[in-house]
C-alpha cells in the first residue's frame, strides 16, 4: 500500500515569497492533516479535513496560511507571505474516516521550508 | 501550561538498559492516548496505543493513570536501534485531533 506521498521534500525562500505544498493521502482516507514540527518541538496541527471540508483550523494563521483539498482527496497548503518564523517541516498525515474515534494517523516524509 | 509534557531528555543509556519516560497531560477529558516514535529526520510513526490496563509490546510497555493524567513508557532491554524521539500523544477529542508532546530523545550506545 502507498504511503502519504508529499512534495516537494525541501524548499528554501526569502521572507515575503510564497511557497506551496501538495499532499497526496494514503487511497480511501477520508481525514487529512497538516502539521507544522519546529525544530526541537511536536507536530502542531495547523488544519484537518474531513473528506473535502474543514473541521478544525483554530490553530491555522489565516492571515498567511491557507489550504484546501479539492475533491476530497490531494491538498495543498500555502503560505503568502512567508515569514522566518515559518521555517519548519510541514507534515501531512491522514487516517481513516473517524467520528470521535482514534485512528492512527499516517504521515507522509514531510517538507522542510527554510525562510531566509 | 502545555497541554503535553514530557521529559526533557536527553536519555543516554547503554545496550540492555531499561529506560521509562513519563508524560503528563492537562486535558482530563481525553480519552485516547498513544506513543509515537520519530527517528531523525523521519515522520512519526505510531508505536503503540495506550490503554487503561496497560499494555506490552514486546520490549515495551505503557501505562495509563487517569487520576493522575500521566502516561508512562517503559523499554527493556534498549537497543541500538531504539535510538529515536519518543512522542507522547493525547486525543483531544472529536474527530480524531492529536495534541502531541515536545518528544524525549533516546540515544543508545554500546
Known amino acids: 500500500e502507498a504511503g502519504v506521498a508529499q512534495s516537494p521534500r525541501y524548499k528554501i525562500i526569502e521572507k515575503r515569497q510564497s511557497v506551496a505544498f501538495w499532499c497526496n493521502p494514503i487511497?480511501?482516507?477520508?481525514?487529512l492533516y497538516w502539521y507544522q514540527q519546529i525544530l526541537g518541538q511536536g507536530p502542531k496541527l495547523l488544519i484537518q479535513?474531513?473528506?473535502?471540508?474543514?473541521?478544525?483550523d483554530s490553530q491555522l494563521p489565516k492571515d498567511r496560511f491557507s489550504a484546501e483539498r479539492l475533491k476530497g482527496v490531494d491538498s495543498t497548503l500555502k503560505i503568502q507571505p512567508a515569514k522566518l518564523e515559518d521555517s519548519a517541516v510541514y507534515l501531512c498525515?491522514?487516517?481513516?474516516?473517524?467520528?470521535?474515534?482514534?485512528?492512527?494517523?499516517?504521515f507522509g516524509p514531510g517538507t522542510r521550508l527554510t525562510v531566509t | 501550561r502545555k497541554e503535553v509534557e514530557q521529559d526533557p531528555g536527553p536519555f543516554n543509556v547503554p545496550e540492555g538498559a531499561t529506560v521509562a519516560f513519563n508524560c503528563t497531560y492537562s486535558?482530563?477529558?481525553?480519552?485516547?492516548f498513544f506513543w509515537y516514535r520519530q527517528d531523525c529526520r523521519k515522520e512519526p510513526k505510531l508505536l503503540m496505543s495506550?490503554?487503561?490496563s496497560g499494555n506490552e509490546d514486546g520490549r515495551f510497555t505503557a501505562q495509563l493513570n487517569r487520576a493522575s493524567q500521566y502516561i508512562s513508557l517503559l523499554i527493556r532491554d534498549s537497543k541500538l536501534s531504539d535510538s529515536a524521539t519518543y512522542l507522547c500523544?493525547?486525543?483531544?477529542?472529536?474527530?480524531?485531533?492529536?495534541?502531541f508532546g515536545a518528544g524525549t530523545r533516546l540515544a543508545v550506545h554500546p
Open positions: 486535558n482530563s477529558a481525553s480519552q485516547s
Open positions: 487511497s480511501g482516507h477520508a481525514t
Open positions: 479535513f474531513q473528506n473535502n471540508g474543514v473541521v478544525d
Open positions: 498525515a491522514s487516517s481513516p474516516l473517524s467520528r470521535r474515534q482514534a485512528y492512527e494517523q499516517y
Open positions: 495506550v490503554y487503561s
Open positions: 500523544v493525547v486525543n483531544a477529542g472529536g474527530y480524531n485531533k492529536l495534541i
